[in-house]
Antibody, heavy 120, light 107 residues
Framework: QVQLVQSGAEVKKPGASVKVSCKASGYNFNDYYIDWVRQAPGHGLEWLGW????????HYAQQFQGRVTMTRDTSISTVYMELDRLTSDDTAIYYCARVCTGGSCGWLAPWGQGTLVTVS | DIQMTQSPSTMSALVGDRVTITCRASETISSWLAWYQQKPGKAPSLLLY???NLESGVPPRFSGSGSGTEFTLTISGLQPDDFAIYYC?????????FGQGTKVEIK
């Protein structure tokens, strides 16, 4: 079945960087985008951006431009999200989610299990 | 950015009730809207896409309607497993944006 499995929880100091991985299985990795969404404790959902798994082209939310980098390794069907210059406001659960590549696409399914990043 | 506003923020309902959640967009998004369900400690899960298309495996008691700026999610015959938080999300423009969520609680 289609599955996204993320790396484990991280604790980082303010000013540090974090890199979260998302390993895909059960489908053709190159046929989809991977989006990243975060959820601060007790809060709603915030979209960070996407990466085209085939071309590695990325699109980031403006508020994260210059601070987020999404990459992929097709040999192991894995996508990475790195966030720099962390502050306490970046404490959140980070999710990856699959998105189809057609012009009418944009819904996220399935989602990874989430990775808690704590900045303290 | 396209702002998504859900109402109500919280609601109490009984098993068997018909529940309706509204999502309004700050500008027209055609039918480029998805609905998700999130249970405590879990990732969100897709219910519907393109406003009214049921995701495979989702029970047919969930339905969606609307286009333009106003959308609804209806649960016909609330089940114990349905008590959760529901989010709408637009994918008409960037950045993708979500509603603030509607918590469905047991009355």
């Amino acid at each position: 079945q289609v599955q996204l499995v993320q790396s484990g929880a991280e604790v980082k100091k303010p000013g540090a960087s974090v890199k979260v991985s998302c390993k895909a299985s059960g489908y053709n990795f190159n046929d989809y985008y991977i989006d990243w969404v975060r959820q601060a404790p007790g809060h709603g959902l915030e979209w960070l951006g996407w990466i085209n798994a085939h071309t590695a082209f990325t699109h980031y939310a403006q508020q994260f431009q210059g601070r987020v980098t999404m990459t992929r390794d097709t040999s192991i069907s894995t996508v990475y999200m790195e966030l720099d210059r962390l502050t306490s406001d970046d404490t959140a659960i980070y999710y990856c989610a699959r998105v189809c590549t057609g012009g009418s696409c944009g819904w996220l399914a399935p989602w990874g299990q989430g990775t808690l990043v704590t900045v303290s | 950015d396209i702002q998504m506003t859900q109402s109500p923020s919280t609601m109490s309902a009984l098993v068997g009730d018909r529940v309706t959640i509204t999502c309004r967009a700050s500008e027209t998004i055609s039918s480029w809207l998805a609905w998700y369900q999130q249970k405590p400690g879990k990732a969100p899960s897709l219910l519907l896409y393109k406003a009214s298309n049921l995701e495979s495996g989702v029970p047919p008691r969930f339905s969606g309607s609307g286009s333009g700026t106003e959308f609804t999610l209806t649960i016909s015959g609330l089940q114990p497993d349905d008590f959760a938080i529901y989010y709408c999300q637009q994918y008409k423009g960037y950045p993708r944006t979500f509603g603030q969520g509607t918590k469905v609680e047991i009355k």
